[in-house]
């Protein structure tokens, strides 16, 4: 079962940043699961939200801003000052630090990230070691459209069409909230081939329970809670 940190070691680190992918492959991580949106200038950087607000000393539009903007921006001494300094860090700086080391489930957050995406993953050859992840099933269908060879996963929060929607765009997995998975739900998604990873979960009991369920990965802020969790 995969070990997947959800925006690297969240739990401990601040989000999406440098030091909580490391903190996550340190903890046990298999992959690291990552948020993307596009600067002003048309760079890939790795932040959750649409605003900049909550994760650093700045504030506006991740979309209004160029990267040497955003890299001006403190985005870990909002959890801890001891994380002074952190920067939100592009996606090719990701890619450098982690994914050589862990996989990279990529979800993105913001419409217009799907070819540069692509393109990132179709240079660095990484169609192995990398997911990409949306909630916008529109976005996943225009993943597949640029490059079918792209591993999908297929985020949902409610029952809703996902397994059809997986289905239909040959999707890797889905990544159902982890209230909506069981042992029926895993068999199902298993006989098309298909990988279950659910999220986000930090409890233990609920870990060690939705692993006898037959989940092929769990997302959690504590990749290392997890690992103990687990095994």
Same mark, same amino acid.
């Given at each position: 079962m995969l070990n997947i940190a959800h925006r690297g070691a969240s739990g401990t680190c601040p989000e999406n940043t440098i030091a909580a992918f490391g903190a996550a492959i340190e903890g046990g991580a298999d992959w690291c699961e990552l948020d993307v949106r596009l600067s002003r200038d048309?760079? /890939?950087?790795?932040?959750?939200?649409?605003k900049v607000d909550r994760t650093t000393d700045g504030s506006g539009l991740v979309a209004g801003m160029t990267v040497a903007e955003l890299k001006r921006l403190d985005a870990g001494s909002w959890l801890d000052?001891?994380?002074?300094?952190?920067? /939100?860090?592009? %996606?090719?700086?990701?890619? @450098? &630090?982690?994914? +050589?080391?862990?996989? %990279? !489930?990529?979800? %993105? +957050?913001?419409?217009?990230?799907?070819? =540069?995406?692509?393109a990132m993953i179709a240079k660095r050859a990484a169609y192995e070691t990398t997911i990409v992840s949306s909630f916008d099933w529109s976005a996943l269908a225009r993943v597949h459209r640029i490059d079918p060879a792209i +591993?999908?996963?297929?985020?949902?929060?409610? #029952?809703?069409?996902?397994? @059809?929607? &997986?289905?239909?765009?040959?999707?890797? &997995? /889905?990544?159902?909230? *982890?209230?909506?998975?069981?042992?029926? %739900?895993c068999a199902l998604v298993h006989r098309d081939g298909c990988k279950v990873l659910a999220w986000t979960v #930090? #409890? =233990?009991?609920?870990?060690?329970?939705?692993?006898?369920?037959?989940?092929?990965?769990?997302?959690? !802020? *504590?990749?290392?809670?997890?690992? &103990?969790?687990?095994?």
């Open positions: 048309g760079e /890939i950087v790795v932040i959750h939200d649409e000052t001891s994380f002074h300094g952190e920067r /939100i860090p592009m %996606l090719s700086e990701v890619f @450098e &630090a982690a994914g +050589k080391r862990c996989g %990279l !489930n990529i979800e %993105l +957050k913001s419409g217009a990230t799907e070819g =540069p995406v692509c +591993k999908l996963g297929v985020l949902a929060d409610r #029952d809703g069409s996902m397994i @059809e929607t &997986a289905r239909v765009l040959g999707a890797h &997995a /889905i990544h159902p909230r *982890y209230d909506l998975v069981g042992e029926s %739900l #930090d #409890d =233990p009991d609920l870990m060690r329970r939705l692993a006898a369920a037959g989940v092929d990965g769990i997302m959690t !802020n *504590y990749p290392a809670r997890l690992r &103990a969790a687990t095994g």
